[in-house]
């Protein structure tokens, strides 16, 4: 039986819950801009962000062409 690696780590799981905390009580905001941030995709690519950068276990994301 094979068993798979936890994809993303403690610190992104905490992350991500506090951005979606964020986001529903309206105070999340994307960079540069500063927009309010409406959409959960959105909402959780800034906490997998965050937590990259914190060092967490996080998996890279995805090349942009």
């Known amino acids: 039986m094979i068993t798979s690696m936890a994809r993303y780590g403690e610190k992104a799981q905490e992350k991500v819950e506090k951005v979606m905390h964020e986001m529903k009580r309206g105070e999340l905001r994307s960079g540069r801009s500063g927009k309010k941030v409406t959409s ?7 906490g997998l962000s965050e937590a990259r950068r914190a060092g967490g276990k996080v998996p890279q994301a995805p090349k942009r062409r």
């Open 40 to 46: 959960r995709k959105q909402a959780i690519a800034i």
